[in-house]
């Protein structure tokens, strides 16, 4: 069973940033490609970003693209979200994610997930 926790939401002023972390148990953790999704209230839950098994490769959601950077560290079995220039339209709920084999932006092609980490940023 694969458990992942998220950490590091919080309030910050628009223009500020947090760090998000994911932690994953389980020793299959750098096998498998990992995303953050978010969901903010009202709306669907939407793609933010992905990174593949080893940290190559990335892609991002327009939305956020410049400003968040998705890492990992496979020793650590986290996956981390550095966030910067944050808007009042980041406000989210923030959830890590599972992927395959191969990092896609589909939700559906995510296994197991976290119970989320709340973002708010003020105007």
């Known amino acids: 069973q694969v458990q992942l926790v998220e950490s590091g939401g919080g309030l910050v002023q628009a223009g500020g940033s947090l760090r998000l972390s994911c932690a994953a148990s389980?020793?299959?953790?750098?096998?498998?490609?990992m995303g953050w999704f978010r969901q903010a209230p009202g709306k669907e839950r939407e793609f933010v970003a992905n990174?593949?098994?080893?940290?190559?490769?990335?892609y991002y959601a327009d939305s956020v693209k410049g400003r968040f950077t998705i890492s990992r560290d496979n020793a650590k079995n986290t996956v981390y979200l550095q966030m910067n220039s944050l808007k009042p339209e980041d406000t989210a709920v923030y959830y890590c994610?599972?992927?395959?084999?191969?990092?896609?932006?589909?939700?559906?092609?995510?296994?197991?997930w976290g119970q989320g980490t709340q973002v708010t940023v003020s105007s």
């Open positions: 389980g020793r299959t953790f750098s096998n498998y490609a």
């Open positions: 990174i593949n098994w080893s940290g190559t490769s990335t």
């Open positions: 994610a599972r992927g395959s084999i191969i990092a896609t932006p589909r939700i559906r092609d995510y296994d197991y």
